[in-house]
């Protein structure tokens, strides 16, 4: 008998029993279920989290004074509390030193701000921040119409600012703001460019601030009690390790810090943040996974049980089968082959069940729309699986009926 015939007979078994078909079915569903609805949640958020924190560019990393990761901060830990704030002289010299980055650049924030225009005004959530020419491009901050800054602009102190589209559209409705003047924290500003669109997260925009040049910025919040961040980009990234280790290495000679003390800085970048999201992130990939497991099992266990049910039903059928020279292997393939075709039926309905109201949760979340691929097959393979393993045992006990007595069996 061919395999395209066993299939067919197992799947008009299945179609002929439908309410035990639902009931076997039922649990597989639900065990397949709990974990993809769980694991498309995590992947929409990752997927928003990713777009919405990768706010350094390619190949980039930052030095900063404190570990802002998560559940770390600077009143966390003794040893911090007395670091010194990074200058902007350190950032030039740091620059001066590492020859080999594409671009050094420095950055500093003062944040829950107001801009103003004539009569209108921004609510008072806005982030300014003090810039070098380099950090427009280690943070890939593009000028979408207007200019960028330029050395003049930051060696004159100009008072001169570039806007998000999110201060532009409150601003501006109707006009175009370059070489409009605006308020910021009630000083004027001459606009000369406006930044493209921000990756959000969640929905929440990431356009809500203003950059102007480093010097101003210091001039107007102060030089001193404000640290700064330096932000490096490497040329490629078979650079990116090596100039990690020689930026640390530089910034400890510039910082004075004593071999076999630690570092008085951190060195943050996309990696880092994604890696703390991963920590958190895994352990509930891992408590789904064993919840999904029990499910499944407790599945299998059911399957098992009706099938065994339906082999001793099917007792005279069976009987039948072999009086006329179906083989101990034909048999058994129909019978595991339903117990596989249900698990896989129950894995189908699971998965798009998943997904479905996955997708649903997430989106009162405002997160990307995502499809957890790998899990999808973990899944279905999972499925496989425990068609296998429990429909072995129900597959060989009527695989090895006695012919004779099967055809006596009223």
Same mark, same amino acid.
């Given at each position: 008998?061919? *395999?395209?015939?066993?299939? &067919?007979?197992?799947?008009?078994?299945?179609?002929?029993?439908? !309410?035990?078909?639902?009931?076997?079915?039922?649990? /597989?569903?639900? @065990?397949?279920?709990?974990?993809?609805?769980?694991?498309?949640?995590?992947?929409?958020?990752? &997927?928003?989290?990713?777009?919405? !924190?990768?706010?350094?560019?390619?190949?980039?990393?930052?030095?900063?004074?404190?570990?802002?990761?998560?559940? %770390?901060?600077?009143?966390?830990?003794?040893?911090? %509390?007395?670091?010194?704030?990074?200058?902007?002289?350190?950032?030039? %010299?740091?620059?001066?030193?590492?020859?080999?980055?594409?671009?050094?650049?420095?950055?500093?924030?003062?944040?829950?701000?107001?801009?103003?225009? @004539?009569?209108?005004?921004? =609510?008072?959530?806005?982030?300014?921040?003090?810039?070098?020419?380099?950090?427009?491009?280690?943070?890939?901050?593009?000028?979408?119409?207007? %200019?960028?800054?330029?050395?003049?602009?930051?060696?004159?102190?100009?008072?001169?600012?570039?806007?998000?589209?999110?201060?532009?559209?409150?601003?501006?409705?109707?006009?175009?703001?370059?070489?409009?003047?605006?308020?910021?924290?009630?000083?004027?500003?001459?606009?000369?460019?406006?930044?493209?669109? $921000?990756?959000?997260?969640?929905?929440?925009?990431?356009?809500?601030?203003?950059?102007?040049?480093?010097?101003?910025?210091?001039?107007?919040?102060?030089?001193?009690?404000?640290?700064?961040?330096?932000?490096?980009?490497?040329?490629?990234?078979?650079?990116?390790?090596?100039? *990690?280790?020689?930026?640390?290495?530089?910034?400890?000679?510039?910082?004075?810090?004593?071999?076999?003390?630690?570092?008085?800085?951190?060195?943050?970048?996309?990696?880092?943040?994604?890696?703390?999201? =991963?920590?958190?992130?895994?352990?509930?990939?891992?408590?789904?996974?064993?919840?999904? !497991?029990?499910?499944?099992?407790?599945?299998?266990?059911?399957?098992?049980?009706?099938?065994?049910?339906?082999?001793?039903?099917?007792?005279?059928?069976?009987?039948?089968?072999?009086?006329?020279?179906?083989? &101990?292997?034909?048999?058994?393939? $129909?019978?595991?082959?339903?117990?596989?075709?249900?698990?896989?039926?129950?894995?189908?309905?699971?998965?798009?069940?998943?997904?479905?109201?996955?997708?649903?949760? @997430?989106?009162?979340?405002?997160?990307?729309?995502?499809?957890?691929?790998?899990? /999808?097959?973990?899944?279905?393979?999972?499925?496989?699986?425990?068609?296998?393993?429990?429909?072995?045992?129900?597959?060989?006990?009527?695989?090895?009926?006695?012919?004779?007595?099967? !055809?006596?069996?009223?």
């Amino acid at each position: 008998m061919k *395999i395209i015939q066993i299939l &067919k007979v197992a799947l008009n078994s299945i179609v002929a029993n439908k !309410l035990r078909t639902a009931l076997t079915m039922l649990g /597989v569903v639900v @065990g397949i279920f709990s974990i993809i609805v769980i694991m498309t949640i995590i992947t929409m958020l990752q &997927k928003s989290i990713d777009s919405g !924190l990768a706010v350094l560019s390619k190949d980039t990393f930052q030095i900063q004074k404190w570990d802002n990761t998560i559940g %770390r901060g600077h009143g966390r830990d003794r040893r911090w %509390r007395n670091r010194k704030d990074i200058t902007i002289l350190e950032a030039m %010299r740091l620059r001066d030193a590492l020859t080999d980055a594409k671009y050094v650049g420095a950055e500093q924030w003062k944040f829950g701000k107001m801009i103003k225009f @004539g009569s209108k005004e921004t =609510n008072p959530n806005i982030n300014v921040a003090g810039v070098t020419t380099d950090a427009m491009r280690t943070n890939d901050w593009n000028v979408d119409y207007g %200019r960028d800054f330029r050395e003049p602009d930051i060696q004159r102190s100009s008072n001169v600012c570039i806007l998000g589209v999110a201060i532009v559209e409150k601003l501006f409705p109707n006009l175009n703001p370059v070489n409009q003047t605006v308020k910021v924290d009630g000083k004027p500003f001459r606009v000369i460019g406006v930044l493209d669109e $921000q990756p959000s997260m969640f929905g929440q925009s990431n356009d809500d601030f203003v950059m102007i040049p480093i010097t101003k910025w210091q001039s107007m919040y102060g030089k001193y009690g404000r640290s700064v961040n330096i932000t490096v980009m490497a040329k490629s990234k078979g650079d990116y390790q090596d100039l *990690i280790e020689s930026a640390i290495g530089h910034f400890r000679t510039i910082r004075k810090v004593e071999p076999g003390e630690d570092n008085d800085f951190y060195i943050f970048s996309n990696e880092t943040m994604m890696a703390q999201v =991963n920590d958190i992130t895994g352990p509930i990939k891992i408590g789904a996974l064993a919840v999904s !497991l029990i499910a499944l099992l407790a599945a299998g266990v059911g399957i098992m049980n009706i099938m065994l049910v339906s082999v001793t039903e099917r007792t005279r059928e069976i009987g039948i089968r072999k009086a006329v020279g179906a083989q &101990k292997k034909h048999i058994l393939l $129909q019978f595991l082959m339903e117990a596989i075709t249900l698990c896989f039926l129950g894995g189908i309905i699971g998965i798009a069940m998943g997904i479905g109201i996955g997708n649903l949760a @997430g989106g009162f979340l405002n997160a990307e729309t995502a499809v957890p691929v790998d899990w /999808v097959l973990i899944g279905i393979s999972m499925c496989v699986m425990i068609g296998v393993i429990f429909g072995t045992y129900p597959a060989y006990k009527a695989a090895n009926l006695d012919p004779i007595e099967a !055809l006596r069996y009223e």
